[in-house]
């Protein structure tokens, strides 16, 4: 995935999965702030992720990615965006 | 007996032959067993009936929607034992059902429904007696619930969504003389044990028999502020859940009894005091002589919600399960568990905090017969076998 800076990206993404207007997803936004973000929402969400940015979807990171924060750091630290 | 034998379009992963197996159950009422290859390359069913080629087909895309649904895209759990006890000794290797049958401790009325006897009743109330020394120990409050739950309680908490095919109803005849006098006059039962009255003789459903103990508790919390912020609590009910072919002897009760210790407050509180219980408990069945192992797990969600909700309770270990051994076939089986629901009926049902956040719950839960039914598994009917703290409450 690519084009704008990548908490641009990773928003866009929740919104897509979670099926929200991208302005609810603000960057403090974590696991449970939204109705929609819950468990089944935050598989959603892993789910996109891995097509999007091919984050490794795996307990340890079903349970880290819990908030935008840490969807992006993760992203940042670990997958070219470009 | 008609053999229908199925390729799997996707192959199960060996953690899915066993969640894959239970589900089949439920795919059509020609299927009176269900079987998977160990390595999940073929799926066996037995029909009480012959099928035609249409009937075969649609049965054949009904079980590869199971098995897709399942598994497409499945993560694999990533099993955390907590506790391994499962090496402990004990001296009996059969499964006692027969020789319960026989001796008229056990008495079937229908799949999954059994009669218990002196025997099987003293060590039900041997374990309530442990779990209730549990509860004492956390000064829970006692409460009692009713059998029937309303619809829309469970309907509020997505329990239709999750749990679909395991789901009771209650109903009784309509308000109406005529309904009512004919069903006096001509109810019976054909060879199966099907009642005879077509369906408008009975009211709509609203009422359904209650699949937990704790949802009770929530749902009499709900729309308010939880006073004080925290609270644990205990309570012992008839639980059901439907498991058609899957029912048999008591590993799987259609009705069965469950004892709780329920916890809410904010997380910190819950957390903590799961886990307490579990290092009590621990304590009790070394004292009891269980070889048992205490893992993570996932609940038995259907097909629909089962891939993602259970990846979801793996990752943030929200089960434990207390699981026995059953020697006779080298096997284990739940006998209870230790869980956190994080806010999701805090939030589903509005019950807050005092600093209005929505309160967390969890449960420690113990299904009694089946606890009694993996001790008889481990230690046999002969008293003179089983561990002494056990064999002095039962004879005093």
Request: proline share 5%; with cysteine.
């Amino acid at each position: 995935m690519s084009n704008g800076p990548l908490i641009e990206q990773v928003q866009a993404t929740l919104a897509e999965a979670l099926q929200v207007p991208i302005e609810e997803i603000t960057p403090e936004l974590a696991l449970g702030d939204l109705p929609q973000w819950d468990s089944m929402g935050h598989m959603e969400v892993m789910m996109l992720l891995e097509q999007k940015f091919d984050v490794e979807i795996n307990p340890d990171t079903i349970a880290a990615l819990v908030s935008v924060a840490a969807i992006c750091e993760h992203i940042g630290q670990n997958h070219s965006t470009s | 007996m008609n053999t229908l034998k199925i390729i799997p379009q996707i192959e199960i992963p060996d953690h899915l032959v066993g969640e894959v197996k239970s589900k089949l159950a439920y795919v059509d009422e020609a299927i009176v067993k269900a079987a998977v290859a160990e390595d999940g390359k073929e799926i066996t069913l037995e029909l009480s009936e012959a099928v035609d080629e249409l009937s075969r087909m649609r049965l054949e895309e009904k079980v590869q929607r199971v098995v897709t649904s399942m598994t497409q895209g499945a993560f694999k759990p990533n099993v955390q034992v907590l506790e391994d006890h499962m090496a402990i000794d004990t001296p009996y290797r059969y499964d006692p059902t027969a020789k319960l049958m026989e001796c008229g401790e056990l008495s079937r009325e229908t799949n999954g429904v059994f009669t218990l006897g002196p025997l099987i009743t003293r060590l039900v109330n041997f374990f309530e007696d442990k779990f209730l020394n549990l509860a004492a120990s956390f000064d829970a409050e006692p409460y009692r619930f009713p059998t029937l739950i309303p619809a829309r309680f469970l309907e509020r908490v997505n329990y239709f969504h999750a749990f679909p095919h395991s789901l009771t109803f209650a109903t009784h005849l309509r308000e109406d003389l005529d309904a009512i006098d004919h069903f006096a006059q001509q109810a019976g039962c054909d060879v199966h044990g099907n009642l005879n009255q077509p369906p408008q003789s009975f009211a709509k459903i609203k009422t359904l028999l209650s699949p937990a103990v704790c949802y009770h508790l929530y749902f009499s919390l709900a729309d308010k502020p939880l006073p004080g912020g925290k609270m644990i609590a205990t309570a012992v009910g008839q639980c059901f859940r439907y498991e058609g072919i899957n029912l048999t002897s008591l590993e799987r009760l259609w009705n069965f009894t469950m004892r709780e210790v329920i916890f809410i407050g904010d997380k910190d509180f819950v957390l903590e005091n799961r886990e307490i219980s579990r290092n009590r408990m621990a304590q009790v069945f070394e004292d009891i002589g269980l070889a048992y192992r205490v893992e993570t797990a996932n609940d038995p969600f259907f097909i629909g919600e089962f891939r993602k909700q259970a990846a979801f309770q793996s990752a943030f270990q929200l089960k434990y399960e207390i699981r026995a051994r059953l020697p006779f076939k080298d096997s284990t089986l739940a006998v209870g568990s230790y869980n956190y629901h994080q806010d999701f009926f805090g939030r589903h049902l509005n019950i807050t905090l005092p600093d209005g956040n929505p309160v967390h719950t969890g449960c420690t839960a113990f299904g009694l017969e089946r606890m009694a039914y993996a001790f008889l598994c481990q230690y046999g009917l002969d008293y003179e076998q089983w561990p002494a703290s056990v064999r002095e409450y039962i004879h005093g």
